[in-house]
């Protein structure tokens, strides 16, 4: 969801990332393409490697992944290490994407489609709500991408650090504790998730 509210960043702020760049719209509209470079593999790749070594692992190593993207992009100095960072988001992002709901089916069986269909209501209500965000925090406060980046990562953060410390390996049907909606970051990690 974060990747929902915040992906508004570069669609309401692209004059901004392209004027730091010296670049057209164009000319950063092709760069942020390449985004879907690694979005056409990795989904098949992060499944094999759940299926191999568990849901959860390839799920933590996306976040990572995608936390590293985020960094990259927001400390970027050139269009290139700014491009590379875009790729990343593609392999973490689908990654990502690919392992969080067959990993919520495995360790709640029971209510997967509740929460399945909660992730997909987040990540659109993100969707919406993101580029308004984005576009008030320029407005009001003057935060240019750089720094709503920074934000975002740090809004990111806490909620993965709450569902992943009180988790399971998901690489066995081992079934956690209690309703996950009950979590203290489940909320945040789905507005998160979408706002990214």
């Not at 915040?6 to 760049?21: H, N, P, V």
């Not at 092709?30 to 979005?39: C, E, I, M, Q, R």
């Not at 790749?45 to 993207?69: E, H, N, P, Q, W």
């Not at 690919?98 to 992730?119: G, H, N, Q, W």
Request: a positive charge; aromatic letters at 8%.
């Amino acid at each position: 969801m974060v990747a929902n509210l915040f992906g508004a960043i570069t669609t309401i702020l692209i004059l901004d990332i392209a004027d730091s760049f010296g670049l057209s719209t164009g000319e950063l509209g092709g760069l942020l393409s390449a985004n879907y470079v690694a979005s056409v593999r990795m989904p098949l790749i992060a499944g094999r490697l759940g299926d191999l070594f568990g849901k959860k692992r390839v799920l933590i190593v996306s976040v990572v992944i995608s936390i590293t993207d985020s960094l990259m992009i927001a400390w970027s100095p050139t269009a290139l290490i700014y491009s590379l960072g875009v790729i990343i988001a593609g392999i973490g992002t689908s990654a990502e994407n690919s392992v969080i709901t067959p990993f919520l089916a495995d360790i709640y069986p029971e209510k997967a489609a509740r929460y399945i269909s909660l992730l997909q209501v987040a990540a659109s209500v993100a969707g919406m709500i993101g580029p308004l965000l984005v576009n008030l925090l320029h407005a009001r406060l003057g935060l240019g991408w750089r720094e709503q980046k920074h934000l975002s990562l740090a809004i990111l953060l806490i909620p993965y650090i709450s569902l992943f410390s009180s988790g399971s390996s998901g690489s066995r049907k081992e079934k956690l504790p209690g309703d996950p909606a009950k979590l203290p970051g489940f909320y945040p990690t789905l507005l998160c998730f979408g706002v990214r």
